[in-house]
């Protein structure tokens, strides 16, 4: 167990090492966005002419400035090249890994269902298909 928490360790710092230029001008370019929209919210809402406004425009500018970089997008594809870089480095070391939506012949998350299980009866009767929509609908 020991050599394999060494291999995740190594493996961790490896990885982060791989995406770390990638994170910071993700994290630099939210930043931004959302100081400017903020200043500029707060700029417009100043110039209504009441420091409600300006809270109100500042509020609004940072979200939507924030909202503009589009965090998600760019932290996914830091994500995927981070777990990437990661599985070859465990790989490499002899473990594996398990990928997403990869099958492995013969591998079951969960054991069969016992002996007497089948698909459920059938409706009792009176019950049928629902009635169509009224006309013009």
Not at 1 to 12: P, V
Not at 68 to 88: I, N, T
Not at 95 to 110: F, T
């Amino acid at each position: 167990m020991q050599a394999f928490d060494r291999d995740d360790y190594d493996c961790q710092n490896y990885a982060s090492n791989r995406v770390a230029g990638r994170v910071d001008r993700a994290n630099d370019k939210t930043a931004t966005n959302t100081i400017l929209g903020a200043a500029i919210g707060a700029g417009l809402g100043a110039a209504v002419g009441n420091t409600q406004g300006a809270i109100i425009g500042g509020t609004a500018g940072g979200l939507i400035g924030n909202a503009s970089s589009d965090p998600g997008h760019k932290q996914y594809g830091v994500q995927r090249e981070y777990d990437a870089a990661y599985a070859q480095c465990m790989t490499s070391r002899g473990n594996e890994v398990p990928v997403p939506g990869r099958y492995r012949p013969g591998y079951r998350d969960y054991p069969p269902p016992p002996p007497g299980y089948g698909p459920p009866p059938p409706p009792p009767p009176g019950y049928g298909p629902p009635p169509p929509p009224p006309p013009g609908y």
